[in-house]
């Protein structure tokens, strides 16, 4: 955009004159009565990014392309912020379902996809949110209001505020976590993993050794602000505070790293400052939220208190699996990071966890730093996936397949064999 010419600024009696001439003759003048409600606030980038090809493909081919305009039609009915509260938390809640069902092989809607495909419950949240954007109530609607209704289909959609654990001591009690897809940018049919592992063993009991165990799940955002924000916390929290219905084990989960899973054994109170999927960085260290509890100081570093031995030693499935010992940090005294193999030395400062420096080494910290607080005694950790890649021929995110036999094949195993770790973890820590 080129400079303005002050030099041809009207004078202030001319600017007046113009200014109401303008204003009389332009169409929005008159279309616009006093009051109205104000334009729709700006798409986020991951809205924006709906209105692609491959998003459109995969709610159609999955049967949710019916979700957005469904909600956006009752967001048009209700009559009061109260109400349309309430919708967004149920709305919320039924999308939850639906994915779990879908990926657990119930129900009648399965579209042509793959049922354990994660990319659905992403995109069709999405378009929740989109709708709540460009959504004009017929009355007043202040701001944080508005953030209140993405803030209950975020938590909702996400099964944070479904976790559903037993009480008594018949059957353990798992809790484990997955992401959204990431690094859109690059390609935007990218799946995660450990979303799909979410929707797979939410609700579910598997045998183990120890008997049998209720798995409960749920999904976070690649977002730093919600991380800051406290979105961690806020859910595990119920499930880490004493009580009939406290965990038995709990494992963050994210992808990582090709060919091979990792129980990670050290994790860092530092943000590297890879962009999330907003397109924004942070680089600082791991902000702790107010108003939960927490260790003071804040320290650097945080365990697995996983049977990480059991694990790497038992857990069958086609991906080997690793105790994976090696930190960056920056040595006492020191000004420059140093890779360490063997986890951290006295005094240092973090500068990446075994799980990295971005927002899956963040949830282990915050997760580890959180039982640590509250003083719970149980297994806990991250295991990060192998990466889930596309099938030979069809890497080409401009012209490929939105799915192919390969990347089908290798999610589905990724996901069993998590199954598996979860087996072994809980039978090599009963009674401890």
């Not at 069958?316 to 006492?332: K, L, Q, R, Y």
Request: glycine share 10%; charged share 20%; aromatic share 6%.
């Amino acid at each position: 955009m080129r400079p303005r010419d002050i030099s041809r600024t009207p004078g202030p009696g001319r600017l007046a004159v113009l200014g109401a001439v303008l204003l009389a003759c332009s169409p929005l003048a008159l279309a616009v009565p006093a009051g109205a409600a104000p334009a729709a606030p700006a798409l986020t980038v991951e809205e924006q990014r709906l209105s692609g090809a491959v998003p459109q493909e995969i709610l159609r081919r999955s049967g949710f392309d019916d979700v957005a305009p469904g909600f956006a039609r009752a967001l048009a009915r209700t009559r009061g912020a109260a109400e349309a509260e309430r919708l967004a938390a149920a709305d919320g809640r039924r999308l939850w379902r639906r994915a779990v069902d879908r990926a657990q092989g119930r129900g009648p809607d399965a579209g042509e996809l793959s049922r354990d495909d994660d990319r659905p419950l992403y995109w069709a949240r999405l378009g929740m949110t989109r709708a709540l954007r460009e959504w004009r109530p017929a009355f007043p609607l202040p701001e944080r209001r508005r953030a209140a209704l993405e803030a209950a289909v975020e938590r909702a959609s996400r099964g944070q505020d479904s976790i559903d654990l037993p009480a008594g001591g018949a059957v353990k009690r798992v809790l484990i976590t997955g992401f959204d897809p990431f690094q859109l940018d690059s390609d935007i049919r990218r799946s995660n993993p450990s979303g799909a592992a979410a929707l797979a063993l939410d609700g579910t009991v598997i045998d183990t050794p120890a008997g049998p165990a209720r798995v409960e799940a749920a999904v976070f955002p690649v977002r730093w602000a919600d991380f800051a924000d406290g979105t961690v916390e806020r859910t595990l929290l119920p499930y880490f505070r004493p009580g009939p219905r406290q965990v038995d084990l709990f494992t963050t989960i994210s992808q990582g790293r090709p060919g091979r899973f990792d129980v990670e054994r050290t994790n860092g109170a530092w943000r590297g400052g890879y962009p999330d999927n907003a397109r924004l960085s942070r680089t600082e260290t791991v902000p702790v939220p107010p108003g939960v509890p927490t260790v003071t100081p804040q320290p650097q570093w945080t365990t697995t208190t996983l049977p990480y031995a059991a694990i790497t030693a038992a857990t069958t499935g086609p991906f080997p699996v690793h105790d994976n010992t090696s930190v960056t940090e920056i040595p006492a005294g020191g000004t420059q990071p140093v890779a360490r193999p063997d986890g951290p030395t006295p005094g240092s400062t973090a500068r990446a966890g075994g799980g990295g420096d971005y927002l899956s080494n963040e949830i282990a910290y915050r997760a580890t730093l959180l039982r640590d607080a509250v003083g719970l005694k149980v297994p806990g950790g991250h295991l990060h996936t192998p990466v889930l890649n596309f099938g030979e021929g069809n890497t080409d995110p401009s012209t490929g397949q939105v799915s192919d036999p390969a990347f089908v094949h290798d999610r589905m195993a990724i996901t069993a064999q998590i199954r598996s770790v979860l087996a072994v973890a809980v039978g090599a820590t009963a009674g401890s």
